[in-house]
């Protein structure tokens, strides 16, 4: 079983930026489809922005115009940039992926990370 390990959380003012990112353990693997979403405290998670194969991204409308969902030229990372965060972007963000690819070979599964935490203040 194989997790996703995201990093660049962190404690930012209102109007700042993150970058967020996603990798598999030693950079093993590489990415096809791949998506982020967020958990605020007592809600439901849910999907943020996804990007496809393609390397054609879609975004929920609460972050279109301030966020940026993209892939490392090597297909090893995923990356969120997140500008212009609001108090309501605070949640823990996931990453996920339904394929990775080591060797040439595509392995599809549900795969999720463990979360990093974004808290911005006001």
């Known amino acids: 079983q194989v997790r996703l390990v995201e990093s660049g959380g962190g404690l930012v003012q209102a109007g700042g930026s993150l970058r967020l990112s996603c990798t598999t353990p030693?950079?093993?693997?590489?990415?096809?489809?791949a998506g982020w979403y967020r958990q605020a405290p007592g809600k439901q998670r849910e999907l943020v922005a996804e990007?496809?194969?393609?390397?054609?991204?879609t975004y929920a409308d609460s972050v279109k115009g301030r966020f940026t969902i993209s892939r490392d030229d090597a297909g090893s990372a995923v990356y969120l940039q997140m500008n212009s965060l609001k108090p309501e972007d605070t949640a823990v963000y996931y990453c996920?992926?339904?394929?990775?690819?080591?060797?040439?070979?595509?392995?599809?599964?549900?795969?999720w990370g463990q979360g990093t935490q974004v808290i911005v203040s006001s």
């Open positions: 996920h992926a339904d394929s990775l690819v080591v060797l040439d070979e595509a392995y599809e599964d549900d795969y």
């Open positions: 030693g950079n093993i693997f590489t990415f096809n489809a």
């Open positions: 990007i496809d194969s393609g390397g054609i991204p």
